[in-house]
């Protein structure tokens, strides 16, 4: 029988343009890095979520794509949007408890979420004996790629370990909940458009709330960071990982994600000159054999 639409496995394409996707949010990561120091997180969020929602709305408009007609995708657009933005003030907000490397290790729960999720919510999208190996495995090379955490050495630290278990649910939610409602008829701009228009109020109010802001024009590399974050990260390759989403099996896709913070870490050794361990070899031939065997034919 064959796979149900929802569920698809990946097609040649879908697996380039996908890795294409995650080489494109590691090097995303780098430029977060580059811009935090002029441009606070959050404010960074918010204006970036405000700017691309401007390119994407100018971008359906010279296409001619309904935004307003009822669809009945609202409520699910709104929870998608809080959802979008829980996620990343857990993450900004968890760096100032837990490291970097910590953050990475749980945020990168989602995938699991994902496919915990999809087995109730998604028609035939649930994964055989090896295809949980191939997400273990895939799990193990972030593990050694970053390091194993050990236990938490005050309470602090715990809450932003906590932090970023809460930012990686939030982002398999918002994957689960374009896949399995009514968000799943609707054009991947519109999907986004929901996301960031919800979430600049709330981004903004999170910046109120933690104090942040800006004290000088930033520098010539902070807006260019910006620019491709803006331009590039959150205005395409959100929009084209959303109509993925819809298309093929959310299961599958998530364990590609993986991917995004090794080139993150070789993106860093490029740009900011930050070395790579021995580990590093072994972390991406257990991702790529996790995803191997993850997406292989049945």
Not at 48 to 73: C, E, H, N
Not at 152 to 172: E, K, N, S
Not at 250 to 271: D, E, I, K, Q
């Amino acid at each position: 029988m064959p796979p149900a639409p929802s569920s698809r496995p990946l097609d040649a394409l879908a697996i380039i343009v996908t890795i294409g996707l995650c080489l494109s949010w590691g090097f995303n990561n780098v430029t977060i890095k580059l811009a935090i120091h002029d441009i606070p997180p959050l404010i960074q969020s918010a204006a970036r979520s405000a700017l691309a929602a401007i390119i994407v709305y100018a971008w359906t408009q010279v296409r001619g794509m309904p935004l307003f007609k009822r669809d009945g995708t609202l409520g699910a657009g709104i929870l998608a949007g809080v959802l979008f933005a829980l996620e990343f003030v857990l993450i900004y907000r968890g760096l100032l408890w837990t490291t970097a490397t910590r953050g990475v290790l749980f945020l990168y729960l989602a995938p699991f979420f994902v496919v915990i999720g999809s087995r109730w919510l998604v028609p035939g999208d649930h994964f055989s004996l090896s295809q949980w190996l191939g997400l273990l495995l895939s799990f193990i090379g972030i593990v050694i790629g970053f390091g194993l955490p050990t236990p938490a050495t005050d309470p602090h630290q715990m809450l932003g370990d906590i932090m970023f278990v809460g930012a990686g649910a939030a982002w398999a939610a918002t994957t689960l909940v374009i896949k399995a409602s009514a968000l799943n008829r609707i054009s991947a701009e519109k999907t986004l458009l929901y996301q960031l228009v919800v979430s600049v109020p709330l981004l903004g109010a999170g910046a109120l709330v933690f104090g942040e802001r800006m004290n000088a024009v930033p520098s010539a590399v902070a807006i260019g960071a910006f620019a491709y974050q803006t331009i590039w990260v959150v205005s395409v390759t959100f929009a084209v990982w959303f109509a993925l989403i819809v298309r093929y099996s959310a299961a599958r896709l998530s364990v590609f994600t993986f991917l995004a913070p090794l080139f993150g870490v070789a993106a860093g050794h490029l740009v900011l000159n930050e070395p790579l361990t021995p580990a590093f070899a072994l972390a991406v031939a257990l991702v790529a054999g996790g995803i191997v065997l993850v997406n292989r034919p049945r």
